[in-house]
């Protein structure tokens, strides 16, 4: 519920306990207040850019390889 953005950091697979590249692990924000809410990588690659884009709304990811992510 933040007036600023926000950015969420994504962590390697390992630290995460990801066992396999094929799990399909989703993860998933949402924007309580006026600031966006986006993610990024520590470790981890993340395919295209997807901040929300109004408050109340909603931003995913989804586990596609190992160390890699794609929006939703």
């Not at 994504?10 to 989703?26: E, M, Q, Y």
């Not at 989804?62 to 794609?70: Q, R, S």
Request: net charge neutral.
């Amino acid at each position: 519920t933040s007036g600023s953005a926000i950015v969420m950091t994504i962590p390697t697979d390992a630290i995460l306990g990801i066992a396999s590249a094929k799990d399909r692990i989703s993860i998933a924000g949402y924007q309580g207040g006026a600031g966006a809410l986006s993610f990024t990588g520590s470790g981890a690659t993340l395919r295209g850019t997807a901040p929300t884009a109004a408050q109340y709304l909603t931003v995913g990811l989804m586990h596609v390889g190992a160390n890699e992510w794609a929006y939703l």
